[in-house]
């Protein structure tokens, strides 16, 4: 989640003592970590009445797939990834194998050869 080396932590150590002074810092941490508590809590139960709210259809709906990221690496990333292992794991161990691209029917162009051209498609 956060990346804080040592040297980090111990700048916002420094800053905490010098804002809050040494007498007052217990009490400042003890009520941020109610607070990220708190927090937690509300997240926790903002996601099981979102689940129960859209039905049983999506029980198995998690909020993390609707960022974008996540979302282009499960719905589109894990065929290509899914590939590239068979691929390189088969292509390792039998030298015979063939990849999927190569079974396309489609010959490679000879050095000069003009590729076809469709002006529709354009």
């Known amino acids: ?3 804080l080396g040592w040297w980090e932590i111990g700048a916002l150590v420094v800053i905490a003592l010098l804002v809050f002074g040494p007498e007052k810092l217990p009490e400042a941490a003890a009520q941020a970590g109610r607070g990220l508590r708190k927090l937690r809590r509300m997240a926790t139960s903002a996601k099981s009445d979102l689940r129960s709210g859209l039905g049983p259809e999506f029980a198995n709906f998690d909020p993390t ?3 974008p990221k996540n979302f282009v690496r499960k719905h589109l990333l894990d065929d290509i990834e899914d590939e590239w292992r068979t691929t390189s794991t088969a292509s390792a ?3 015979s194998y063939t990849p999927s691209y190569a079974l396309t029917g489609i010959d490679e162009l000879d050095y000069g050869e003009v ?4 002006p529709e498609a354009t």
Do not use: I, R
């Open 93 to 95: 161990y039998d030298p």
């Open 1 to 3: 989640m956060l990346n």
């Open 65 to 67: 797939d609707l960022n």
């Open 115 to 118: 590729p076809p051209f469709d």
